[in-house]
């Protein structure tokens, strides 16, 4: 008998309306003084997710995360972990874990007392610890530091540190407060790829609290985009970047270019938008929830955008503008340009560099056409 | 054209003390030097000098005269002759008197110590703990006593505690005899930690408010309650406020004259009036000296091992 290997893609258990969630929260709002740093988010998160909390600061993520460690008390709402209600149990008895973002390890603690602290709470005994302490340290690569103390370990063995004292207790839940942030680059990359190997083994399910989207749209099963103490958009990262359901959500991930126009046609299979500032009608070719002369946004990625010196087909005689090269930023693997348009307007479009040294690259201050797919576009109306 | 170069350089700025500078340079003296022995010769001068002179007065004996005490050195016939009595130091331990009285004064200080430290680590956690605009109000009422003096407030405190004092008259409000409290050990130990208790709360509290909040979440969120994390957390990183505030209270509290001498009953044997009794009473000069230098050495050396062992511990902890 051939056992089917199970896909990632078939635990998904946000898109099956019957599975139940193992952490939710429903309407809560934390005020502080008169300032909600969160409102009213209601939000359900399954077993062995990695979800991302993302957002700026002050966009209330963090409080959020807070409120789910125990730290903070909502204002009003409930706190739902694993069926039940943790909305006013304190910290130390919440079957949660969390790791600081300034990793918080006991300075007068060596490596091995910082990640057995949580199990003698617990009362385990000695020799359960000791074996514990070992089986984490092998897990976190740290073997033969036990003895050191945080201050004698560079910012990546005590971010690992801090990463195996919040795993000792075997959380149901664990809490990362921007876990990666005080890395560098070229580790922060490595230790991305570490976390949800380590995450996927263990099965516990993370949120990630983090200001860096790309760390978010490669750690995340599902995000979470938080602005001003509100859910903006909760979704897969193709979701959140391909077809964002705002203004904001299209602008604080990755590049866009955004521009307005007016409803000409709106029928069921298609809509036609005319734009001043793109200089061209756009066709897309899905029905949007719209109405006649109505003025909404519409948002591309750069990547979306072809350019060429002949005109394109096009297609319904729209989707094809013109414009001039002004400027290019050659990063390696691909291209930015920038061109500018007759209205005024500046789109970015990138282009990946396939070729080495390609002599007939478009270059500056050629006349360009650009064009796009009919539903290489989001339409936003908010 | 180096000459042109240099034509741009802004002129050297006219300095007022080149010529001060100038002058000392060519005695081979620099300003660095200068300020370097600054302090160096105000120690020398009011700290190792006197020292040194008490030091030397405590190895003679008392004799009638002005000074009341033996020279030093002699000159007799042109052989100079140096004279040195151990006596006073002997007398120090064979003397039940001193002996008690040492061991009363630290047994006095160590126990204000451990009264105030009890009392003034609440107040240094709530302080360091306090909003920001609370902190500096909440310190300045710890130091606000300092701004009357000291005698005022040790004579402000037997008006509290004496027979017909205010303590008294309130309870005989309820009817309650009056309590005898001047002139006992109790009032003693009250003006001590009294006096003594900003000096514990201050190191603690540039102790407490540099403690790390997060580490006790982090405390929290790893199943430690309260007790739990102010036993394993916050206690272990306050210990060198702790022992800095007992440092600041034992030492001083060790030698005090003036609350014993006050508040204090004939009972109450501290090494403050043993000397003060040695010098003006018995005009004894050479014993008190003897009994301050004994002193110097018990508190001193103390200090010197326990400040020695936390290097040391602090080496090692970077070391390895």
Not at chain 1, 266 to 285: A, K, M, W
Not at chain 1, 361 to 379: F, K, N, P, Q, R
Request: aromatic fraction near 8%.
């Amino acid at each position: 008998m051939v056992k089917n290997p199970q896909l990632a893609i078939d635990t998904r258990p946000w898109r099956d309306p019957t599975a139940t969630p193992f952490v939710r929260l429903r309407n809560v709002t934390k005020k502080f003084g008169d300032i909600f740093a969160v409102s009213d988010v209601s939000l359900d998160i399954y077993k062995s997710e990695l979800f991302c909390l993302l957002g700026g600061s002050g966009s209330g993520k963090s409080t959020l995360l807070r409120m789910l460690a125990g730290f903070e008390q909502p204002t009003a709402g409930t706190i739902e972990i694993d069926g039940q209600d943790m909305t006013h149990v304190p910290p130390y008895n919440r079957p949660v874990n969390m790791m600081f973002q300034s990793y918080a390890l006991f300075p007068h603690m060596n490596v091995e007392q910082n990640i057995a602290y949580g199990l003698k709470r617990d009362g385990l005994p000695r020799a359960e610890i000791a074996e514990r302490v070992a089986e984490l340290l092998t897990l976190v690569k740290l073997q033969g530091y036990g003895a050191r103390k945080p201050h004698q370990l560079s910012g990546g063995q005590r971010q690992r540190v801090a990463l195996a004292r919040a795993l000792a207790k075997r959380p149901k839940l664990l809490l990362l407060d921007e876990p990666l942030g005080a890395l560098d680059k070229k580790l922060r990359e490595e230790t991305q790829f570490e976390l949800v190997k380590i995450q996927e083994t263990l099965g516990v399910t993370f949120i990630v609290v983090t200001h860096d989207q790309e760390e978010a749209m490669s750690l995340a099963t599902r995000i979470g985009v938080m602005d001003q103490g509100e859910i903006a958009m909760i979704g897969e990262p193709t979701d959140i970047y391909e077809f964002p359901n705002s203004k904001f959500v299209a602008g604080f991930i990755g590049s866009v270019n955004m521009v307005e126009g007016v409803v000409t046609e709106d029928e069921p299979g298609h809509i036609r938008i005319r734009s001043e500032e793109l200089g061209c009608d756009i066709y897309v070719g899905h029905g949007v929830d719209c109405a006649p002369d109505q003025r909404l946004s519409w948002a591309i990625r750069p990547e979306k955008l072809a350019l060429s010196r002949e005109r394109p087909a096009g297609l319904f005689d729209a989707n094809v503008t013109q414009g001039t090269v002004e400027e290019i930023s050659y990063l390696g693997d691909v291209s930015v340009y920038q061109v500018l348009l007759a209205s005024g307007k500046r789109l970015r479009v990138t282009q990946t560099n396939t070729m080495r040294g390609n002599p007939d690259a478009i270059t500056w201050d050629e006349a360009v056409y650009l064009t796009w797919g009919d539903s290489a576009g989001s339409v936003l109306t908010v | 054209m180096s000459s042109h170069d240099t034509h741009h350089a802004p002129p050297p700025r006219p300095r007022v003390w080149s010529g001060v500078e100038r002058a000392l340079a060519a005695v081979g003296i620099s300003g660095k030097a200068l300020v370097i022995a600054a302090p160096a010769i105000w120690l020398t001068v009011f700290f190792l000098v006197p020292l040194a002179v008490v030091f030397g007065i405590s190895l003679t004996i008392k004799q009638f005269g002005r000074p009341p005490y033996t020279p030093l050195l002699t000159n007799e016939e042109g052989t100079v002759q140096l004279t040195l009595h151990l006596n006073n130091y002997l007398r120090l331990f064979t003397d039940q008197l001193y002996v008690a009285a040492y061991l009363n004064s630290a047994k006095i200080a160590f126990i204000s110590t451990v009264i105030t430290l009890l009392i003034g680590y609440p107040m240094a956690y709530v302080i360091g703990r306090a909003p920001d605009q609370w902190r500096n109000i909440l310190l300045m009422l710890v130091i606000l006593p300092f701004w009357t003096s000291f005698l005022l407030r040790v004579y402000a405190l037997s008006g509290f505690m004496r027979g017909n004092g205010v303590i008294n008259q309130f309870l005989a409000l309820f009817g309650i005899e009056p309590l005898v409290m001047m002139q006992t050990d109790f009032a003693v130990y009250v003006g001590i930690v009294y006096t003594y208790l900003p000096f514990m709360i201050l190191p603690l509290y540039t102790n407490l408010v540099k403690l790390d909040g997060t580490l006790l979440e982090a405390s929290a969120d790893l199943g430690a309650r309260p007790v739990r994390t102010f036993l394993s957390i916050t206690l272990p990183l306050s210990m060198p406020g702790i022992l800095a505030g007992s440092m600041l209270v034992f030492i001083p509290a060790i030698g005090e004259f003036v609350i014993p001498a006050l508040l204090g009953g004939p009972g109450t044997l501290m090494i403050g009036r043993v000397l003060w009794d040695e010098f003006f009473a018995n005009t004894n000069w050479p014993r008190a000296a003897a009994v301050a230098i004994a002193m110097l050495v018990v508190v001193v050396i103390p200090v010197m091992l326990l400040q020695r062992a936390q290097d040391a511990m602090r080496d090692k902890e970077q070391a390895s």
